[in-house]
């Protein structure tokens, strides 16, 4: 029977709910906003198999890729829309293209992420974009095992913790299946994000002049209505610079057709809240799925520092880094569909730290959580959280002023 006791060993892949043959395992939040597993002990047969497919209890071992490439769709339009080099999006269509099936993560109604399929071409676009909350998984390892056993292709992309649920809930390699993971710096608090989303659109709104006294209702239902699109990396001050995107439909209070709220990275509260490691998930600060454990065939991520290792390659309009980590991976990898060129492996990692360390919780983490609920302005709550405690200032102090004494003496470069 599963049962977490600590909250860093699971990383809410669902694999052990959606295995379990009696059904006894539903995934719900906790007061982080962070699901987890739930075992109904009057049903429960105790047949192991949820502890048999959790990722958690049983880690791969680290893989390195075969090839990386530094590289970007050739298709500008795509490239564009992309988070970074709008690799995923060919990926997918050659998927397509074959009668496959395509996994990936969209917006739902409550514009919270959630895996879905398609069939489609047309449906790989709201897939398309980096989502910076953790997603629902749902039913989607049962969902792709089904299209699987049936003989259809499957490509199935997610987070590294999200892809090693998949293979440990299969329990067996299928030929047609391709998996896509990310470099992943960690997944952020559907609650927060919830209620950041709710207050910003909620200020919004009330700039209106003739909202007709109109009022956000408790579940959101009316900032919700108005959301038209949501991008974390919108493009619109350049790739190494992005910005957050909100854009709104006005039109049942003023007549206009659309709105949008734009802020570039370091003037948003919720993109600070994420990079700076307080709302992520505890797993994250202990991640199962580093350096290759996922055993995926191709991971896709921005190539930071493609500017120093290769400035000519660099146009500030998204370069993505590919890892081809099976030969699966290298024959499913479309070449003639991409600007690309190989790089070695050490000089892409030595920028990108993400793929092989976990995030440190921030200092205030638990305080920030401890006092969320009863916060009255989370765009003011944020910062306030992100001052670094009297104990973390000096520590870091000293350790600059010790690396400094290294460099001094000649025993650190």
Not at 168 to 192: A, R
Not at 218 to 235: D, L, M, P, Q, V
Not at 386 to 398: D, E, P, V, W, Y
């Amino acid at each position: 029977m599963i049962n977490i006791v600590n909250k860093k060993d699971c990383c809410g892949c669902s694999a052990c709910a959606q295995r379990c043959p009696k059904q006894c395992i539903s995934m719900r939040a906790d007061n982080e906003g962070f699901l987890y597993p739930i075992v109904d002990t009057a049903t429960c047969i105790d047949c192991g198999l949820c502890e048999k497919v959790c990722p958690v209890i049983n880690q791969a071992e680290p893989q390195l890729p075969l090839k990386v490439y530094a590289a970007y769709n050739k298709n500008e339009e795509v490239r564009m829309q992309s988070s970074s080099g709008g690799i995923f999006t060919i990926l997918a269509e050659e998927t397509i293209k074959k009668g496959g099936v395509v996994f990936g993560v969209k917006f739902n109604e409550d514009w919270m992420p959630e895996f879905d399929y398609t069939e489609t071409i047309e449906g790989i676009t709201p897939f398309r974009g980096s989502k910076y909350v953790q997603a629902i998984v749902g039913n989607a390892y049962k969902e792709a095992e089904r299209f699987l056993k049936s003989g259809r292709e499957v490509l199935f992309s997610g987070t590294p913790c999200q892809i090693a649920g998949l293979k440990k809930y299969l329990q067996k390699e299928y030929d047609k299946l391709v998996t896509v993971d990310i470099i992943c710096h960690g997944v952020p608090s559907p609650k927060v994000w919830d209620m950041y989303l709710k207050e910003t659109c909620s200020k919004l709104l009330k700039t209106i002049p003739d909202r007709k006294n109109s009022v956000v209702s408790a579940n959101g239902g009316e900032y919700k209505s108005c959301i038209e699109a949501i991008s974390f990396r919108s493009k619109i001050t350049g790739w190494k610079k992005f910005s957050f995107l909100l854009k709104l439909n006005f039109s049942n209070y003023d007549g206009k057709n659309t709105g949008v709220f734009a802020e570039t990275l370091d003037k948003n509260a919720f993109m600070h809240a994420f990079l700076s490691d307080t709302i992520l998930r505890p797993s994250c600060h202990a991640c199962p799925a580093k350096q290759g454990k996922s055993h995926s065939d191709i991971t896709i991520a921005d190539f930071w520092g493609i500017n120093i290792v290769d400035p000519a390659f660099d146009d500030d309009k998204g370069c993505g880094v590919i890892f081809i980590n099976t030969t699966k991976g290298e024959t499913s990898y479309p070449t003639s569909r991409t600007v690309y060129k190989e790089k070695n492996f050490d000089e892409v990692i030595a920028y990108n730290s993400a793929y092989y360390q976990s995030s440190k919780p921030h200092p205030n983490r638990k305080k920030f959580f401890k006092g969320l609920n009863d916060c009255t302005e989370l765009s003011s709550y944020i910062p306030k959280m992100q001052k670094r405690t009297f104990r973390s200032r000096i520590t870091n102090k000293l350790k600059r002023f010790v690396k400094a004494i290294l460099q001094k003496t000649g025993l650190s470069k």
